[in-house]
T-cell receptor, first 115, second 111 residues
Framework: EAGVTQFPSHSVIEKGQTVTLRCDPISGHDNLYWYRRVMGKEIKFLLHFVKESKQDESGMPNNRFLAERTGGTYSTLKVQPAELEDSGVYFC?????????????FGQGTRLTVV | QKEVEQNSGPLSVPEGAIASLNCTYSDRGSQSFFWYRQYSGKSPELIMFIYSNGDKEDGRFTAQLNKASQYVSLLIRDSQPSDSATYLCAVGWGSNYKLTFGKGTLLTVNP
């Protein structure tokens, strides 16, 4: 069974540009999460989808970040325009429907560097 | 502000010893507690989760939870060099699995 897949693995962009990160969750997982780890800090929650609906987006830093999950399958996280402080590793995780085992499976992350 | 605190380490133990990793959390309403292992450049991998006070054992790993002290720990028995990694403590609420992570403890097991 394929795990959580994230694209790209690395991205280097200039300040002011736009970047789109993609996450393919494990097939059949209703829950999808985005997290971010800024250098020297802990992994922090960004938002949570249940199927195609945003359940909780309380961790999104500001309106430069836009997450979508069309059709309840893969998700994208767009940063527009990117700022230096957006640099970090962006993790996606998925888990089965609510009420099941609480295991969230993480992808390997996208390392974003804004220069 | 919900916080999860871990000693950043590095924690160094000899092969075969018991490694003890500790974590405290600030929110008394926390309901679920997780230990993830992360090798450098890899994804966090769930080792154990625990909901109730006391101990939970799985192979060489034992998670311990004390809600009164707001403390959760992970013991690794018979530590192996392959256990060398960063161990992340995470705390959750309710059933939506939104997690708050600590910064992680780097464990090194010396052959």
């Amino acid at each position: 069974e394929a795990g959580v897949t994230q694209f790209p693995s690395h991205s280097v962009i200039e300040k002011g540009q736009t970047v789109t990160l993609r996450c393919d969750p494990i097939s059949g997982h209703d829950n999808l999460y985005w997290y971010r780890r800024v250098m020297g800090k802990e992994i922090k929650f960004l938002l949570h989808f249940v199927k195609e609906s945003k359940q909780d987006e309380s961790g999104m830093p500001n309106n430069r970040f836009l997450a979508e999950r069309t059709g309840g399958t893969y998700s994208t996280l767009k940063v527009q325009p990117a700022e230096l402080e957006d640099s970090g590793v962006y993790f996606c995780a998925s888990s089965p429907r609510t009420g099941g085992d609480p295991e969230a499976f993480f992808g390997q992350g996208t390392r974003l560097t804004v220069v | 502000q919900k916080e999860v605190e871990q000693n950043s380490g590095p924690l160094s133990v000899p092969e075969g010893a018991i490694a003890s990793l500790n974590c405290t959390y600030s929110d008394r309403g926390s309901q679920s507690f997780f230990w993830y292992r992360q090798y450098s450049g890899k994804s966090p991998e769930l080792i154990m989760f625990i909901y109730s006070n006391g101990d939970k054992e799985d192979g060489r790993f034992t998670a311990q939870l004390n809600k009164a002290s707001q403390y959760v720990s992970l013991l690794i028995r018979d530590s192996q060099p392959s256990d060398s990694a960063t161990y992340l403590c995470a705390v959750g609420w309710g059933s939506n699995y939104k997690l708050t992570f600590g910064k992680g403890t780097l464990l090194t097991v010396n052959p």
